[in-house]
């Protein structure tokens, strides 16, 4: 919807930023009654479910490819604020600030990104007389300087782990500091967070290199390159404590998450409490945390994150000023609602309870599903969701998620599509119940990491808890195995795509699809041509009349028989199939495409033969030439034509999901052509690159 006429800005309570260094004893609660939510996607959507549940009226911001979006249609008003780039909409201090004067908002949530960690936003609404739901302008600036946070935490006798955090910031002051620390070390941005600017140099011979592409992905994300050095634990565990505080000087922890497995250092599954984690560290961690926070009198929700070595030391990383994408796992296990704690702190209350009334019940889990390609190097992908199913909430399953089927996964933001949570009584039973979920959340049009979720959380190591932020690498050839789908599964989608031709042509009177077994001059027979990751498979079907069939796969032949039943409330259709005595059944799709068989032990996707004469259309480049491998803008080019590459160098630099990648000479040769300059969007598989042919080379 579109935005509703102005109304007058009300003055209100001040921002949190003026209660820095003071602990108020005198705040007025003011209710928060309109709010603007300064974000997008799943996040915005979160914060309205909560307001909404409050009786607070909610504005909500968009920029043009998000007209059509699931937030914008659950807010009660919508404003646009600019293009697609963040830049240009979504981080614009002055715009937002403009809409939630022009709306009467009396506060803006920051959601998590974006504009939640900006000290400069968090004054501008202070001085404006908007509420900011979130924490002091001081504690975002001090705990978003990693290295003055590092000296107030040890002021606070927080544990922290020594490294340089100085001034200088010339390469042979920080290649000095490297050597003293000793490698491996950590590179981090001190504006940086969400894995952005951050890489580990394992020897000194890469830390130049390392050093130069973590400045440049620090500076498009935060514009600062400023970095601090840290020696990097090996095989660490990421363990975060959820705090939170009130303008009254009150504190309490929420207990600890997990979050060590991740890729490209994010998180990608988390869960609450921590794996092997006693009491008494758990004590001493919540403790340390509530410290962490009173040092920069700290108010609302907040997350003190730690490094924790295998005897459960733990080290202050870093304090992240705002709500976290996992906090639902915090929620599940302690029955709080985290968002309206917000509400209520920003608005003056005080917190519902003490430490003593917080009880820690059960376990939870949360998978973060993306578009990506996890066997490309978790590429993130982009594109429409032509398909999307998921399993059906309920008190014990959440899904938290701003998009809907048909909606576009938007090459400009976050690749991320949901987050499935659930709760369990143990540990076990909440991972059994993640393993089922994940299995009916079913996704067509795009790749994703759901198979890999799967398998991440059936891994032996994983169901017993022992994990550390290496746990992808370290079992990389068990977690991305070859995927290869037995006969019973070729025959399940053999049948699945007869029974959904049957349904379609019901009027025909193909004798195939007849079940009178009678066709003139020609026999029941049919070869049915699929391929899976690219291999063909051929199956042989003889029809033997009420939807029961003979089909050959492999020189062997299998009874098999079946239906299907559409599932309209679950918006998905389930295969109820026979073969060779065996029932079993599983959610599937069957389009023009192909057929994809959701199964327990994951999805399988079968494709149809595409016609020669799309084939030939479809084709782009030629044979080692150098292509964009996912959607993205062009952020530097390094080469120019009649240059001379050996395979491995770099070529051209690419944004896409705030991230950067670096496309690279597939092969040595001459470059022949570079088809895009800096700044051009390019779509995936788009020639970046032209090598000149051996012959004119």
């Known amino acids: 919807m579109l935005s509703s006429t102005a109304q007058p800005t009300r003055r209100l309570l001040l921002g949190r930023g003026s209660l820095a260094g003071v602990v108020s004893n005198m705040s007025t609660v003011r209710p928060i009654e309109k709010l603007l939510i300064a974000n997008r996607g799943e996040i915005a959507c979160r914060v309205m479910k909560t307001a909404r ?78 509420i900011f739901v979130g924490p002091p302008s001081d504690a975002i600036r001090d705990m978003g300087i990693k290295s003055t946070s590092k000296i107030i935490m040890e002021a606070a006798n927080v544990p922290v782990i020594k490294g340089y955090h100085g001034e200088d910031q010339s390469l042979e002051k920080l290649r000095s500091e490297a050597d003293k620390i000793g490698f491996p070390v950590m590179i981090k941005a001190v504006r940086g967070g969400g894995g952005k600017g951050m890489r580990i140099a394992m020897t000194a011979d890469e830390f130049e290199s390392q050093l130069e592409s973590a400045k440049r992905e620090a500076m498009k994300s935060f514009g600062d390159e400023v970095m601090l050095l840290e020696k990097f634990v090996v095989d660490p565990r990421h363990v975060e404590v959820q705090v939170f505080g009130d303008q009254h000087g009150n504190y309490v922890y929420l207990f600890e998450r997990d979050c060590s497995v991740q890729r490209r250092h994010q998180k990608i599954i988390e869960e609450a409490p921590g794996p092997g984690i006693s009491w008494d560290v758990r004590k001493k961690l919540g403790e340390a945390a509530v410290r962490a926070a009173k040092a920069v009198d700290y108010v609302g929700a907040g997350t003190v994150e730690f490094v924790m070595d295998k005897d459960f030391n733990f080290f202050f990383m870093e304090m992240n000023t705002r709500l976290q994408v996992e906090h639902p796992v915090t929620e599940m296990i302690t029955g709080t609602d985290l968002v309206e704690w917000q509400l209520k702190a920003a608005a003056g209350e005080k917190l519902p309870v003490t430490q003593d009334e917080i009880n820690l019940n059960g376990w939870s889990f949360e998978a973060r599903i993306y578009a990506e390609d996890p066997n490309n190097s ?31 996964v938007s090459v400009h933001y976050d690749p991320m599509i949901a987050k499935l949570v659930v709760w369990g009584p143990d540990r076990n039973s909440a991972l059994l119940k993640l393993r089922s979920c994940l299995s009916e959340f079913n996704i067509s049009g795009l790749s994703t990491n759901i198979n890999f979720l799967m398998d ?35 025959c399940e989608a053999v049948l699945s795509l007869i029974l959904t031709e049957n349904k379609k042509n019901t009027s025909n009177k193909d004798p195939f699809y007849s079940e009178s077994g009678a066709r003139f001059n020609h026999s029941l027979l049919r070869t049915v041509q699929l391929t899976f990751d690219g291999q063909p498979i051929s199956a042989t079907v003889v029809n033997l009349g009420a939807n029961k069939f ?32 065996n029932i079993n059944k599983q959610r599937i799709l069957v389009n023009k495409e192909g057929i994809t068989l959701f199964t327990r032990d994951g999805s399988y996707e079968f494709q149809l033969p595409v016609p020669k004469f799309m084939s030939a259309s479809l084709s782009s480049g030629g044979l080692g030439d150098a292509v964009a491998p996912m959607p993205g803008v062009v952020e530097k080019v390094m080469v120019e034509p009649g240059a001379s590459v050996t395979a491995g160098d770099p070529l051209v630099v690419m944004i896409a999901m705030k991230m950067e990648y670096v496309i690279k000479a597939p092969k040595t040769g001459v470059i022949a052509k570079v088809n895009n300059k800096v700044g051009d969007f390019v779509e995936k598989s788009k020639v970046l690159v032209t090598f000149q042919d051996e012959e004119e080379s």
């Open 456 to 490: 991440l959380s059936s891994h032996p190591e994983f169901i017993q808890g022992n994990v550390d932020t290496e746990f992808i690498p370290r079992y990389y050839s068990q977690l991305f195995k070859e995927r290869k789908p037995s006969p019973e599964r070729v």
């Open 550 to 581: 003979s089909i050959t796969v492999d020189g062997e032949s299998y009874s098999v028989s079946g239906r299907l039943v559409d599932r309209e409330e679950t918006n998905h259709t389930e295969l109820l199939c026979d073969i060779q005595g």
């Open 378 to 408: 978790f590429m993130p992908g982009a594109g429409p969701l032509k398909y999307l199913a998921t399993p059906s909430p309920d008190q014990h399953i959440r899904i938290e998620t701003g998009v809907r089927q048909s909606d576009e």
């Open 53 to 130: 549940k409050l009786g607070i009226k909610t504005v909500a911001v968009y920029s043009d490819p998000d007209r059509n979006s699931m937030h914008v249609s659950l807010a009660d008003e919508a404003v646009r604020i600019g293009p697609a780039a963040s830049q240009e909409s979504y981080l614009r201090k002055d715009i937002i600030l403009q809409v939630a004067k022009e709306t009467g908002s009396d506060a803006v949530h920051p959601g998590y990104g974006f504009l939640s960690e900006n000290v400069e936003f968090a004054e501008l609404l202070q001085q404006s007389g908007v």
